[in-house]
């Protein structure tokens, strides 16, 4: 069990550009979430899978930005047309049902 | 509405105890959390507590919840140096039971002076 990995860690980026995060989670948890936390709060909820099911989203999720988790393994966010208002840390999170949420270590975006 | 409020920072000497408040404010909230978060890692998991308890003891750590006043705490016993951290109280709001949803609070740093 090697935990939750996010790709990349740190992502800059010009303001327009799409960028595409990807996350893989602890192998046997069913449940994926995306986070984004911005600095100085605590992470705020963007949307969860179970298995390859997209089954809540956020009102922060604005129609730029797009999650897939296509085999109910591995998980992409994309944003599209990046906004400075994008820069943050995207945190993922897994777990099975009712379980523990375990986080990983996020990817921190800087839309220039 | 669901919204959980904390204290920004709280500075204490080794070998204190740390108090973290926070308040939340939907009372129908079935779990309560602790998470840490230190530089460059993940948020961790420390402790929960579940809404018809009203003390919860791990180790160094008591959670204590009042459910009247909609308030948890986090006490950390013998503060180290390496607990200095980020502090951060999460629900998980009814409705969200199936779902594993978290709302947090905007963070606690405590900073552990040697």
């Known amino acids: 069990d090697t935990g939750v990995s996010q790709n990349p860690r740190h992502k800059i980026t010009k303001r327009g550009q799409n960028v595409t995060f990807r996350c893989d989670p602890i192998?046997?948890?069913?449940?994926l979430y995306w986070y984004r936390q911005t600095l100085g709060q605590g992470p705020e909820f963007l949307t969860y899978f179970q298995n390859e099911a997209q089954l809540e989203k956020s009102r922060l999720l604005s129609d730029r930005f797009s999650a897939e988790r296509p085999k109910g393994s591995f998980s992409t966010l994309e944003i599209q047309r990046t906004e400075q208002g994008d820069s943050a840390m995207y945190l993922c999170a897994s777990s099975r049902l009712g379980g523990e949420q375990f986080f990983g270590p996020g990817t921190r975006l800087t839309v220039l | 509405g669901e919204d959980v409020e904390q204290s920004l920072f709280l500075s204490v000497r080794e070998g204190d105890s740390s108090v973290i408040n926070c308040t939340y404010t939907d009372s129908s909230s079935t779990y309560l959390y602790w998470y840490k978060q230190e530089p460059g890692a993940g948020l961790q998991l420390l402790t929960y507590?579940?809404?018809?308890?009203d003390m919860k003891q791990d180790q160094r750590l008591t959670v204590l919840l009042n459910k009247k006043d909609k308030h948890l705490s986090l006490r950390i016993a013998d503060t180290q140096t390496g607990d200095s951290a980020i502090y951060f109280c999460?629900?998980?709001?009814?409705?969200?039971?199936?779902?594993?949803?978290?709302?947090f609070g905007q963070g606690t740093t405590l900073q552990v002076k040697p």
């Open positions: 507590i579940f809404s018809n308890m």
């Open positions: 999460a629900e998980s709001p009814p409705g969200s039971s199936n779902t594993g949803k978290l709302i």
């Open positions: 192998s046997e948890h069913n449940r």
